[in-house]
T-cell receptor, first 119, second 113 residues
Framework: AQKITQTQPGMFVQEKEAVTLDCTYD???????LFWYKQPSSGEMIFLIYQGSYDQQNATEGRYSLNFQKARKSANLVISASQLGDSAMYFC????????????????FGKGTHLIIQP | DGGITQSPKYLFRKEGQNVTLSCEQNLNHDAMYWYRQDPGQGLRLIYY???????QKGDIAEGYSVSREKKESFPLTVTSAQKNPTAFYLCASRGGTWSTEAFFGQGTRLTVV
């Protein structure tokens, strides 16, 4: 079973509109972290936002916010007032801190959403 | 400037050859990681190292090898045993146990010709 699921392979959004990118996750570890990364066409991975499983409030970083619904195992990224420069691949990822079952350290990534902002 | 440097940016390899990808960091991070990315896919973990002289296999370690002789360096060798080595390779590092963010290098695009 996939640990990170991103159901939107691609999205077209008008400039200045808000965008919600979906992410659901699966883990049995009570302690985990959820990440969103942006990957422009140049290839580097740019960290956007982090949410810990015990954090009481949703994380926010400038125009980015994470809509964390723990019971639903959902961690959607919201980009407010989208800009042309937001066009990129967006990846949701998870790190399981207790690594139950002897799993590896490192991030588990979803397959990504290709976001295109139209003028 | 602190960061992670991967070299080269583009690499071409003939079938049957081993090739080594470089990853250097000056962030004083303990943990380092190698990921592979195929077109239209997310990243998959190849190897990771949490401390010098120690490393562990990730999800797709077959056909790859690593070393961690220095804290700053974590080179990845793609051996001839790797059946489908053409991919984009990303190196990352992270600070202490409770450190959250992983910092990534610019990546190396490997093509087998």
């Amino acid at each position: 079973a996939q640990k990170i699921t991103q159901t939107q392979p691609g999205m077209f959004v008008q400039e200045k509109e808000a965008v919600t990118l979906d992410c659901t996750y699966d883990t049995s570890d009570p302690s985990y972290g959820l990440f969103w990364y942006k990957q422009p066409s140049s290839g580097e991975m740019i960290f956007l936002i982090y949410q810990g499983s015990y954090d009481q409030q949703n994380a926010t970083e400038g125009r980015y916010s994470l809509n964390f619904q723990k019971a639903r195992k959902s961690a959607n990224l919201v980009i407010s007032a989208s800009q042309l420069g937001d066009s990129a691949m967006y990846f949701c990822a998870m790190r399981e801190y207790q690594i139950s079952g002897g799993g590896a350290d490192g991030l588990t990534f979803g397959k990504g959403t290709h976001l295109i902002i139209q003028p | 400037d602190g960061g992670i440097t991967q070299s080269p940016k583009y690499l071409f390899r003939k079938e049957g050859q081993n090739v080594t990808l470089s990853c250097e960091q000056n962030l004083n991070h303990d943990a380092m990681y190698w990921y592979r990315q195929d077109p239209g896919q997310g990243l998959r973990l190849i190897y990771y190292s949490q401390i010098v002289n120690d490393f562990q296999k990730g999800d797709i370690a077959e056909g790859y090898s690593v070393s961690r002789e220095k804290k700053e360096s974590f080179p990845l060798t793609v051996t001839s045993a790797q059946k489908n080595p053409t991919a984009f390779y990303l190196c990352a590092s992270r600070g202490g146990t409770w450190s959250t963010e992983a910092f990534f290098g610019q990546g190396t695009r490997l093509t087998v010709v």
